[in-house]
């Protein structure tokens, strides 16, 4: 029966989980997969999360199947958290959000969206973008295609060779965006740059696909909305994945949203209501721990206040380890620039490092990158920080 079903040549980013968890190797070091871990190595339970769910429990709530669009709080919160809490925007009612699983399953329900209103578009996303993206948008039909972002040569974004790409695509192309802690660089638009981009987006009539997934990670929780908050004061019409799994450390309770900022309110309850169609015939509906998480960290005044001092130590811990690792690199191979690990936003580095090189750090040294290069600095910490140091110099000597 199941003969012809061709193997599934795995995930480059799980594949390396799981081979990372099979290796028997002490002193192995996880920089792979796009996880916090603290300074001890562990993957952190934040407090305001755990008090969110002390109360969940203490409440002792039905367990309800949640509406196809999520919890309307969770809903609430997530667009006064992404808009800021006056956005116009918001008061005219322009903005459709519903809760998902995870911001995947808001990318996939947006696609799915958006493949089906706008079938002849073709997708554009940044070189290099999240493998995830590509297989993402390939699965609901579209076309893929890739827009020039990271320039090698100086480490930084290829931003006039990006804006011409752009300003010479058909309208209603879909341009997928990462609002911030871009993945797999670290390397971001700077607010002139995305000023300057804004306006080829409403000239060209392109819709915007923003992915939010590292909110909090770069500068602060409202300076990383700047994207969507300045496509939103532009009037564009577009859509935001935005993920809590990195920002509150809940990553396997899948909490996400999808916002669809829209040109009236009347467009928007039409939106809402195929996104819920679509939700209806995927999943159904979301899951409502992960609504409780998120309704309750964000809406409680003390758990927020308490929540974003949580991130903020994430945000500086991540800094001190790019400045640890910077340090030792360049003490041991003086001749070399390593200053794009100061530069880099967020939670990735892209190190430059080749996939022999990468091979080279897993098999001889136990060090897990993904074979991009792509370093996960977050699973630095102080005590392993000088060997993976020391691996480097010596897969680059
Ligand atoms: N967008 C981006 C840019 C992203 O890096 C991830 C996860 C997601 C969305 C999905 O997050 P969710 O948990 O569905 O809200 N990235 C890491 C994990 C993964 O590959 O799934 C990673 O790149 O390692």
Redesign the pocket.
Known sequence: MFEHVQPYAGDP?FALVDAFNADPRPGKVNLS??IYFDEQGRLPVLDSVRRAEALLLEAGGAKPYLPMEGDASCRREVQALLFGRDHAALRQGRVATIQTV????G?RVGADFLKAWFPSSAVWMSDPT?D?HRSMFEACGFAVHGYPYYDAATGGVAFDRMKAALEGLPARSIVLL?ACCH?PTGVDLTRAQWDQLIPVLAQRGLIAYL?L?YQGFGEGIDEDAYAVRALANAGLAFFVAN?F?KSMSV?GE?C?ALSAVCPSAAEAALVLGQLKFTVRRNYSSPPLHAAGIVARVLGDAALRSQWEGEVAQMRERILAMRRALHAALTRKLPGRRFEYFLTQRGMFSYTGLTPAQVDELRERHAVYLIRSGRM?IAGLNSRNVATVAEAIAAVLA
């Open positions: 980013i997969i796009g995870g911001s995947s399953g990318l999240w995830n990462h993945n992915d997934a993920s799994s990553y899948r996400g996960c």
